[in-house]
């Protein structure tokens, strides 16, 4: 079995942006700005903007974090994305989801720039990616693609199960790698909560995406012998036990799961840390288009 480190993968990334971030700074040309505005106090929601936050001053970038009550109206939030637009500086944003259920969310996500839309979520974007054209691809499944390169995963012709059918991870990794690409060509299989007899389908997978939320849920009897798995999840599980109160579980059942894969990502360290990776070469990748 040989573990996808995340942590460690991602860390070579950001090493190789910083050494570009130099490079554009002895040219005299612009130092990226990545801005994030988060609405509300979700714990969660504001550790990984953080994240965000720090990843960019570890390679360099600037950033800006604007923080909006959770009272904040649509019009107010709708104002503050206008104003990023427009701004010269602003080489890309992230609006942090989820959203307080009193804003809709296509709405804040239409109203982005879609050159400035570093989480690929603009329908622009996911109309680009959708047709292999070049575009901002979500930083989950674009590090998912990026972790599996950088490990030699074979995807071409392979059977893959996509669990979950979400907007930022199960949908577009679904397209993603069935599409015509270095990493890719697979025959796939998206699956969800209304799949019928899905241990059947998941048993003929040689890769498995697991992105439904549910903690432990791919268990060792749905898996095959040398199977790569992908745990996308990360919920929070109550236990008193640790510092914060709380561990981190992923959608797969690790230490079972593990015995029979050839390749699988740990839950933390996997796949998040990727995620952040790939938010900053989507924002470096937004300056190059602009100076293109
Ligand atoms: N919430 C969970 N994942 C993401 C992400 O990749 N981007 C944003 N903006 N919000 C998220």
Redesign the pocket.
Known sequence: MILLDGKKTSANIKEEIALEVLELKNQDKKTPHLAAVIVGNDGA?LT?VNAKVKACERVGFESTLIRLPEETTEEELLNEINILNVDNDIDGF?????LPDHIDEQKIIMAIDPNKDV?G?HPTNVGKMALNLPTFI???PFGILELLDRYNVETSGKNVVVIGRSH?VGSPMSILLSQKRKVGNATVTLTHSRTQNLKEITLQADIIIAAIGIPEFLKADMVKDNVTVIDVGITRVADPSKKRGFRLVGDVAFDEVSKKSDFITPVPGGVGPM?IAMLLKNTLLSVKNKQA
């Open positions: 929601s990984y992230i609006v942090q989801l989820p989480d979520f979500s930083a989950t930022i995620t």
